[in-house]
């Protein structure tokens, strides 16, 4: 059985995993339109990673037999003006989620939550 606080924060990460894939897509969209097929492509590639961080974060609770609870994906809110935006909001982004990642550990490692912290070490 898992803690409450470290089931919550990997429920939320669900959540925050499928934001970030939206994002991705959003800024793979930005570039589609304006020709940069390869930047287009990147952000679709990095759009199915976090999908599937999504779904090993799912799973895990699922395997852990706690419940997952999914929530509403929030539209991206940033809005794109030019190429760098996207590059600069997506290095931003990364380093959010990281910080997300970080936090989750932390919580395990505060409770000697070993199994979730191994988890964390893809």
């Not at 999504?54 to 852990?64: D, H, K, S, V």
């Not at 290095?91 to 964390?120: C, K, P, W």
Request: glycine share 4%; net charge negative; hydrophobic share 40%.
């Amino acid at each position: 059985m898992l803690n409450a606080k470290v089931h919550e924060l990997l429920n939320q990460q669900i959540n925050k995993e499928f934001y970030s894939a939206y994002l991705y897509l959003d800024f793979s969209n930005y570039f589609k339109a304006q020709g940069l097929d390869g930047f287009a492509n990147w952000y679709m590639v990095q759009a199915q990673e976090e999908r599937d961080h999504a779904i090993l974060f799912y799973t895990y609770l699922q395997n852990e037999n706690m419940p997952v609870t999914l929530e509403a994906i929030a539209k991206p809110d940033k809005e794109i003006t030019c190429h760098m935006d996207v590059l600069k909001a997506g290095l931003e982004h990364e380093h959010y989620v990281t910080s997300l990642i970080n936090e989750i550990y932390g919580a395990a490692y505060d409770v000697r939550d070993f199994r979730t912290m191994q988890f964390l070490d893809w």
